[in-house]
């Protein structure tokens, strides 16, 4: 049983990649909430690299008492497709090696570690997805009564107005398993999606890559050399060596530390289909020209703005 927190208690589901390793780091670091899980999933890389780079992660700051699990390798309804190297890295994390540790996963698989600790945290649990969502649909598969033990759901994902970043409108987490987004999306818990839409607005650059490689706390120094990587592969998207900052992005609104204010509550589906728009997240924004207005009876916010950048809020905590 685990201890309870006063801190709010957050399971974490990711693909890690780089920017799920700052975002990791983030969450470390974020004193309004702790970590109490994490799950892996394949996408930037396999769930089990996922697993060993978190593990890696976690053993640099000291915190291997945080359980890892690893998740589903396949998506719903087709097999891994082998991630993402262009962006991340044959290894997830642009090829930094980091120091080898005796952690290892829990043998309990990503959806039932979810299952177990919304039971044990009932109602206070917060889950924050950045990866594709495959484990959070299986988990909605064994257990439908789920959604009612889960205080909110913050997911990285999607595009509203912005175009797609593996397709013309499909973005990589929902591309990689549309079918389990469909899924999460249409659960009734209190979902916030955090699409392409604002985090390709928020952008590390030179001088912070710079102040990550400078830092005394080894995990700062270890993303800051994984973001070297990352730069290069944003050069095309920016016109300049920096990179968008996701994951990071919809942890830091999970946390409560960025405030959405262009975030209305509509209705979203997924397109599953076969067709071009496969993996589209089609947000129903009709009505919302003279600023936010909620749908009755939505439940997923889609966020468009926020009170501010990300980038100095995340270096000041990955430095601290
Ligand atoms: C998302 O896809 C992955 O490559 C990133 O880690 C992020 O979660 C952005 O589309
Ligand atoms: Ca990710």
């Known amino acids: 049983m685990t201890e309870p927190t006063s801190r709010r208690p957050v399971y974490l589901d990711c693909d890690t990649g780089i920017d799920d390793a700052l975002a990791i780091a983030y969450l470390l670091a974020s004193p309004e909430i702790e ?24 053993a ?4 291997g008492d945080i359980p890892v699990a690893v998740g589903s390798h396949d998506a719903l309804a087709r097999a891994f497709d082998g991630g993402a190297e262009h962006v991340h890295g044959g290894n997830g994390i642009g090829g930094v090696e980091l ?7 829990i043998a309990e698989s990503a959806p039932e570690f979810l299952i177990r600790l919304a039971e044990e945290h009932a109602g206070r649990l917060e889950v924050i997805t950045i990866g594709p969502v495959t484990n959070i649909a299986l988990a909605l598969r064994l257990d439908q009564s789920l959604p009612g ?6 997911a990285m994902g999607g595009a509203a107005f912005a175009s797609g970043n593996v397709t013309p ?5 929902i591309w990689n398993d549309p079918e389990a987004a469909a899924v999460m999306l249409s659960a009734p818990w209190p979902l916030t999606l955090v699409p392409l839409d604002v985090t390709v607005e928020n952008t590390f650059e030179e001088e912070h890559l710079a102040g990550l490689l400078a830092a005394e706390k080894p ?10 990587y990352y730069f290069d592969f944003y050069v095309d998207l920016y016109g300049r060596r920096a ?10 609104i999970a946390v409560g530390a960025i405030l959405p204010t262009n975030a209305p509550l509509v209705d979203v589906v997924v397109d599953a289909t076969a067709g071009p728009a496969r ?21 997923i916010r889609v966020v468009l703005g926020t009170d501010r950048p990300l980038d100095a809020h995340l270096l000041e905590r990955l430095l601290a």
Not at 99 to 105: C, F, K, R, Y
Not at 243 to 252: C, E, I, K, Q
Not at 279 to 299: E, M, N
Request: aromatic fraction near 0%; charged fraction near 15%.
């Open 149 to 154: 033990r889960v205080a909110a759901v913050t």
């Open 219 to 228: 995990l700062a120094r270890a993303v800051g050399a994984m973001l070297g």
């Open 99 to 105: 120091p080898d540790t005796d952690l290892t996963p």
């Open 60 to 63: 640099l700051a000291g915190r």
């Open 169 to 173: 409108v499909a973005e990589a987490n």
């Open 35 to 58: 970590l109490v899980g994490i799950g892996t999933v394949s996408g930037n890389v396999s769930a089990a690299q996922a697993a060993d780079n978190t593990l890696r992660i976690l």
């Open 279 to 299: 993996g589209q997240t089609i947000c129903d924004l009709r009505g919302q020209r003279l600023g936010p207005v909620d749908q009755p009876g939505a439940h």
């Open 243 to 252: 990179s968008a900052l996701h994951d990071p992005l919809a942890a830091a």
